[in-house]
């Protein structure tokens, strides 16, 4: 490459105003300077500043008025480091800090984070929400402001937590629901993602999150919105008052590599491309599968390749799998071929090891994924593997805008200044996006339609008044209205909640027997478990009879190491796949159905002084202590819990135990003395100095590598 002559091509680029065509050529300048280990002279520096990529400016190197620049543009984002913002991160931030609503597009590689960050840092607002689409997002973001902000505000990511004076809440829809009514004042509500506002997007959990935009909406001061890949925000009453902005802003190049048509939809022939580009790139990869049935098969071609890694720590982690979970598990054997798998399903702990071992040098190469990793983890991959082009809920193609998403997960600031994509399915056609965000009829059973008179149409509002009648007529208008005030409903389908109240009203004889689901025996806990998860047919992911029977052998969960709980499951054909996707049906699905059938029936069948909170309650952590369950979304493992509690440090049977309290108690034994306990292997050690990372304020962490 000619140094000179792409920067004269770059600078006519500029002079015919054709930026976006400019920076991406100037990323590839940038790429082949870094592979080179060639300095920036004044003039690559100058074209940096002229497209806007300030934090790229070599500032040994720089001009007095590129470092100018490059000093302006520092922002305060409550690191130790003042970061310098590029030029749309630094417009954004303005507008944000001028009070202003904004909802905006931008790529992946934005760097949006840093925006958040500041805005905290420069405006300190009492109290944030940021409403994320995803558990994992919610410990990347948790672990990102712990760092930064939690010596000034309580970090707040469960339900159940008493509130603070100044608080920054972080959590998927579902938990932001149980903060309406305890948030007084709101300074500034943010939903990432909020794409999944629409039904198109994410039918089944868009209904909450547009109740959670309409109710935490309402005692918001002022609102952001963050999307990629959106190109027009079609009018809508949950955007109104809201600025929309597309930034077509990439800090990274995607470099395409499409093998679809030559491999002609041969397994066979993928399957060998597959392990090729493997072989070939040797750096970080994330591969799409798509669907859970594609991560079994590619786990089963990896773990018969030849690509097995000779890593120490990748063997300590394989056989901790083996100990913890199960030795014939596919991951298990497939970390020694240097994969690990990311989905919706695993420990939240597990989850973040593999991203953790993921960053390492000499740790996982390849991680292969749902769209788990793909909804804002942020990683240094290199490499994008595109290996089908499906949704991870069925056989649906991906549409444009999702798999714009996922090739947006290649490349990272400062580590990659290209992203490769590797095509071996075929794409789909591409298309501007135009986000339509319909009101969902499920929810309006919950809303008052005097209080979103203005959101509502006439039809909308005669449908509520309807079902206010009707519920009013089983409950009581004074209860309902009390029950609607509360915001006390866990389920979003208001149509549920009405059958589940008629089927009360008209057979309460079949509701006999519900208080012992409180019952230490579980063989009474049969046909009541039958009767709840009838309700709401399909969706359990088993037979009712599995469903049933899992939930018996799960109250063990704390007692039991999960390979035995394994063993005691294997009469109902349930593997360790299978044990993840149901204890997850278990603490989120069935402890909303159970949490709402407790409500009904404290009202309608009150002669039968049930209360089943105490089952609820367990269930909703999976039959372990409150704050062993809540550690695992902090990082740390149940099984490390237990080797806790054994030892006499915490006892976390105590019913007085907050996570906050625990949180700081840990700090306070800190890492030499739990290192010590017995049983702690070289692998726990290794969890455990990530999860203390992640509780530490102010560790001392780099803030470029947080772009």
């Not at 130790?80 to 630094?90: C, K």
Request: proline share 3%; glycine share 4%; net charge negative.
């Amino acid at each position: 490459m000619d140094i000179f002559e792409t920067c004269h091509t770059i600078n006519n680029l500029l002079i015919d105003n054709k930026e976006s065509i400019a920076r991406d050529e100037l990323i590839k300048l940038l790429d082949y300077h870094q592979q080179n280990d060639i300095q920036y002279s004044e003039l690559v520096n100058h074209l940096i500043k002229e497209t806007g990529l300030y934090p790229y400016i070599d500032y040994d190197n720089a001009s007095w008025q590129d470092r100018f620049v490059y000093e302006v543009f520092k922002v305060d984002t409550g690191d130790t480091e003042l970061p310098t913002l590029h030029r749309e991160q630094s417009s954004l931030l303005s507008k944000l800090i001028e009070g202003r609503n904004i909802a905006v597009s931008a790529p992946t590689s934005f760097g949006k984070s840093f925006v958040i960050d500041a805005y905290i840092s420069i405006k300190k607002p009492s109290n944030v929400v940021i409403i994320v689409p995803t558990i994992a997002l919610t410990d990347e973001t948790r672990r990102r402001l712990y760092k930064k902000f939690a010596h000034e505000y309580k970090i707040i990511t469960t339900t159940e937590v008493e509130l603070a004076d100044k608080n920054i809440f972080i959590f998927p829809q579902e938990r932001a629901i149980n903060y309406v009514g305890k948030i007084e004042q709101l300074d500034i509500l943010i939903i990432d993602e909020f794409y999944k506002a629409s039904s198109k997007f994410d039918a089944d959990r868009s209904p909450t999150l547009i109740k959670a935009i309409l109710k935490l909406g309402k005692v918001a001061k002022q609102r952001y919105f963050l999307a990629p890949n959106i190109s027009h925000l079609e009018e809508n009453p949950f955007t109104i008052g809201m600025e929309f902005f597309s930034l077509d802003f990439n800090t990274v190049f995607l470099e395409k590599h499409d093998f679809h048509e030559e491999l002609k939809n041969d397994e066979e022939l993928k399957s060998l491309k597959l392990l090729d580009i493997l072989k070939e790139t040797q750096t970080k990869s994330l591969i799409y599968a798509g669907t859970y049935s594609n991560i079994e098969s590619l786990s089963t071609l990896l773990i018969g390749s030849k690509l097995e890694q000779e890593r120490e720590l990748l063997n300590r982690f394989s056989s901790w799998l083996s100990k913890n979970y199960s030795f014939n598990w596919s991951l298990t054997k497939l970390v020694n071929r240097g994969t690990g798998i990311h989905n919706g399903r695993l420990h939240r702990s597990l989850s973040q090891i593999q991203v953790k071992l993921f960053e390492e040098p000499e740790g996982l190469n390849n991680i292969i994924s749902t769209s788990s990793i793909i909804e804002g983890v942020n990683t240094s991959a290199e490499n994008v593997i595109i290996w089908a082009n499906r949704s991870g809920k069925g056989r649906a193609r991906l549409n444009d805008f999702t798999y714009k998403n996922i090739m947006g997960r290649s490349g990272r600031m400062f580590k990659h200044f290209i992203g490769k994509i590797y095509i071996l399915d075929v794409p789909p056609k591409e298309e501007r996006t135009q986000l339509d965000i319909p009101f969902p009829e499920e929810i309006l059973g919950d809303l008052d339609e005097k209080k979103f008179a203005k959101e509502l149409t006439s039809e909308q509002v005669a449908k509520i008044i309807m079902y206010k009648e009707e519920m009013a007529s089983i409950l009581g208008e004074e209860e309902f209205e009390r029950l609607q005030a509360q915001n006390i409903f866990q389920i979003s389908d208001a149509e549920l909640i009405k059958k589940i109240a008629y089927d009360m009203k008209n057979d309460p004889n079949s509701w006999n027997g519900l208080g012992f689901l409180n019952s230490m025996n579980t063989h009474n806990w049969d046909r009541m478990l039958f009767k709840i998860i009838r309700l709401q047919p399909g969706g359990w992911e088993a037979s009712y009879t599995q469903f049933v029977e899992f939930v018996k052998i799960l109250k063990y969960n704390w007692f039991k190491s999960i390979p035995k709980l394994l063993k005691e499951l294997e009469p109902y054909e349930i593997g360790i796949d299978d044990f993840f996707k149901l204890e997850r049906k278990v603490t989120f699905k069935l402890t909303s159905l159970l949490s709402d059938v407790n409500i009904l029936q404290k009202e309608i069948l009150k002669e039968k002084n049930y209360d089943i909170s105490r089952f609820v309650s367990l269930a909703s952590n999976a039959f372990l202590p409150t704050v062993v369950y809540q550690l695992e979304e902090f990082g740390l493992p149940r099984m490390i819990s237990r080797k806790i509690h054994n030892e006499g440090l915490i006892d976390f049977h105590s019913k007085e135990l907050k996570l906050h309290n625990v949180l700081a108690n840990l700090n306070e034994i800190g890492f030499k003395r739990i290192s010590k306990i017995r049983g702690i292997d070289d692998f726990d050690k290794y969890i455990l100095e990530y999860f203390f990372a992640g509780i530490t304020v102010h560790s001392n962490n780099d803030a470029q590598q947080s772009m």
